[in-house]
């Protein structure tokens, strides 16, 4: 590019923008880790305190990122660095997590993308043995890695095309189709005899279930399923035009993905239980207690499977593409790349780390680090570490090292618009949601059985912090 820079990508919609941002918020965290979380954790008595965390700290976050990024019209570690160069880590740890991310969700998201097809080769055929099925399948060498290879390579057409040619268009026929598809399968399973158990088990609130771990729970769960703490909304709010409504997008986007979560819960509990299938935890769940459903319902069972795992495979997509978006965008803000080579060129360091991740399963199984295989280190180090920390620093950024009045400015679109909550907003970023996530992280961080692990990631942070200036 010669001198002058190629004027920023926007999107070309309210309505792409909105479908683009809840799918990257609506994926395996909503469809998979919501429901089975609900079932472990007290069910409304968890989702009540899952609201609030969403509302106090994940709403909040959420208007700060789109903030920043609208503001900087950078990505993530741009946004950082153009404020105060002493901060540029905080944007570099995203795009670590980034990558990181991308090392497991593309398998999981291959997993789901071959599912679509065994639901039709045989699979429901033989309902006592998808359990040994899905072992065997995701420990195989060579079969889930073409799966991933596949799942990424639809990112990557995707997020080349560009921001609004690309991601927005893609996600605004995906996320409607997703909804449709999860209401088919919500009223088929409402329709079995014997549903309403799966409700009471999902909805009866159990405070007896409640406790410091729930919390913590509720609160790692608000962060990823709403991609906030590594840099994504910050990324996608840079691509906002200047005359949207930051916090009516931000309520919108959160409203999407909880709705989607309940949506999760409501296509799967109830028709377990109407055939009295046990509710598991983990991939497990959605890999095989619900294929199982499945083969309870006869004839129409393969295609409610089908339709199943392709709502599972757009989820994970849209997700997955504004992951691939972060350090696309950060390659060419700040390292002056094409988009092309860009999107080529990170997909296939991830798909590295996914090919690392697959075989952990199998043929790697005895290789760890930390006393983890691959797919558990990156899920753990962003899921455990990284997001929340990531989260807290934009916090302690926004609230403390950007000035009030310009936080002001771009929030009211320059005091066109009112947004009365302004000063509520700036205290919980300033004050409360920094030491919320202190206790939270060190508590969350004290629980996680692989110590060394832990000191590890942040060791990783340590560093960046300390080369900031030089990144
Ligand atoms: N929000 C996504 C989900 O729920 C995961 C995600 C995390 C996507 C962080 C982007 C950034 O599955």
Redesign the pocket.
């Known amino acids: 590019m010669q001198g002058e820079k190629a004027q920023r990508e926007h999107w070309g919609t309210r309505f792409g923008f909105l479908m683009a941002a809840a799918g ?8 998979w ?2 429901p089975y979380l609900t079932g472990e954790n007290g069910g409304s008595a968890f989702i009540i305190i899952y609201l609030i965390c969403i509302l106090v700290v994940g709403l909040s976050i959420m208007v700060a990122e789109f903030t920043v990024g609208r503001r900087t019209s950078l990505a993530a570690v741009g946004a950082y660095k153009s404020q105060n160069r002493n901060w540029t880590f905080a944007g570099v740890l995203g795009v670590l ?2 990558f990181f ?1 991308m090392g497991f ?1 593309p398998v999981v998201g291959g997993w789901s993308l071959a599912y679509m097809l065994k639901s039709v080769t045989g699979l429901l055929a033989a309902p006592e043995a998808i359990g040994d099925v899905f072992g065997a399948f995701i420990s195989a060498p060579i079969e889930p890695l073409v799966w991933t290879l596949l799942y990424m390579l639809l990112n990557v057409v995707i997020v080349a095309r560009g921001v609004s040619a690309g991601i927005e268009k893609a996600s605004s026929v995906l996320m409607p189709t997703l909804f449709v598809l999860l209401v088919i399968i919500i009223f088929k399973g409402l329709s079995l005899a014997g549903a309403t158990a799966g409700l009471t088990y999902l909805f009866k609130p159990d405070w007896s279930q409640v406790s410091g771990a729930t919390v913590l729970a509720a609160l790692g769960q608000s ?8 840099g ?2 910050i990324t996608y709010g840079s691509y906002l035009k200047k005359d949207e409504n930051i916090p009516s997008n931000a309520v919108t986007v959160v409203s999407l ?1 909880t709705l989607v979560a309940i949506m999760a819960g409501l296509a799967m509990f109830p028709a377990m239980f109407a055939f009295g299938l046990e509710p598991d935890a983990g991939p497990g769940l959605v890999f095989v207690v619900v294929p199982a459903i499945f083969a309870h319902m006869g004839a129409i069972g393969p295609l409610m499977s089908i339709i199943f795992f392709a709502a599972l495979t757009i ?2 997509l849209t ?2 593409m ?2 691939l978006e ?1 350090v696309v965008a950060y390659l060419i803000d700040e390292r002056n790349m094409d988009r092309k080579p860009a999107t080529w060129l990170t997909a296939g360091v991830m798909t590295v780390l996914c090919t690392l991740s697959s075989l952990s399963m199998g043929a790697l199984s005895g290789v760890t680090l930390f006393g983890v295989g691959f797919f558990d280190l990156f899920d753990i180090l ?1 899921d455990k570490i990284f ?1 929340g920390i990531g989260g807290m620093l934009l916090a302690i950024f926004v609230g403390w090292f950007m000035k009030k009045e310009d936080l002001r400015n771009e929030i009211t679109n320059d005091g066109t618009l009112t947004f009365g909550l302004f000063e509520v907003w700036y205290n919980i970023i300033k004050y409360v949601i920094p030491v919320a996530i202190f206790i939270v992280a060190v508590m969350g961080i004290i629980d996680i059985p692989q110590r060394g692990l832990m000191l590890f990631g942040l060791a990783i942070i340590a560093v960046l912090m300390a080369f900031s200036k030089k990144l």
């Open positions: 990257s918020a609506v994926g395996l965290g909503n469809i880790r919501f997590s980034a991310i969700y962060f990823f399923t709403l991609s906030l703490g590594m994504c909304m993905d989820a994970a997700s997955s504004s992951l972060v962003t997001l």
